[in-house]
């Protein structure tokens, strides 16, 4: 059974826009921060911290923008995550409740791309997924460095992420960049995005 997830800033009484379908991507904060969780002795990671590992692989997919640009405007609120099996809701008005709404403007389908230039390997994404534009670009082995830090070093990072469409899901395409990143780290990597036709 699926649990469904959703954002609120209670001082605002405003719903964040939904990352796919009622998910979650860590814990609702712009901070890049790993926070030890004593109750089940993992380590909860946040928002901030695994969009700083997307935006260094230059992967900046519309939901992620939408959830970071509410936390941006509602930083320092009583913001809130809260699930469908939660036996307290928030102390929201629910009947003058509104939603966070993020223009689509500089988003395009696309696919994600990355390559390996000297043997040509390639990993393309198999869905496509409304993407900020991505002229070809060499990934630093800095920036490949702070990805894998942010995303895969720690099986933790991950446990934060449900329901979220399949290009950011750790079992699917998210799954298969990180394959192709640990088959290639010892060299440079180009990232761009191919416009779906």
């Keep these: 059974?699926?649990?469904?997830?959703?954002?609120?800033?209670?001082?605002?009484?405003?719903?964040?826009?939904?990352?796919?379908?009622?998910?979650?991507?860590?814990?609702?904060?712009l901070a890049v921060t790993a926070i030890p969780d004593d109750d089940w002795g993992g380590t909860a990671y946040?928002?901030?911290?695994?969009?700083?590992g997307l935006s260094a692989l230059g992967l900046r997919p519309y939901?992620?923008?939408?959830?970071?640009?509410?936390?941006?405007?509602?930083?320092?609120?009583?913001?809130?995550?809260?699930?469908?099996?939660?036996?307290d809701e928030p102390p929201l008005d629910w009947a003058a409740l509104t939603r966070f709404e993020w223009p689509r403007d500089?988003?395009?389908?696309?696919?994600y791309e990355l390559e390996e230039p000297?043997?040509?390997?390639?990993?393309?994404?198999?869905?496509?997924?409304l993407l900020v534009p991505l002229d070809e670009t060499t990934l630093t082995p800095a920036a490949v460095a702070r990805a894998v830090h942010r995303l895969f070093e720690d099986s933790d990072a991950l446990?934060?992420?449900?329901?979220?469409?399949?290009?950011?899901?750790?079992?699917e395409e998210l799954g298969r960049i990180q394959d192709f990143i640990e088959a290639h780290q010892q060299t440079p990597l180009i990232a761009r995005t191919i416009e779906a036709r």
């Design 63 to 87: 939901d992620i923008e939408a959830y970071r640009a509410f936390l941006r405007e509602h930083d320092g609120h009583d913001v809130r995550l809260t699930t469908d099996h939660d036996d």
């Design 46 to 52: 946040t928002f901030g911290w695994l969009y700083d």
């Design 1 to 29: 059974m699926s649990v469904r997830c959703q954002t609120f800033c209670v001082d605002c009484n405003v719903e964040a826009p939904e990352i796919g379908d009622g998910g979650v991507f860590g814990t609702p904060s």
């Design 118 to 129: 000297v043997t040509g390997a390639r990993c393309r994404t198999e869905v496509v997924d």
């Design 106 to 111: 500089g988003f395009v389908p696309c696919y």
């Design 159 to 171: 446990e934060g992420v449900a329901n979220v469409s399949p290009l950011l899901h750790p079992d």
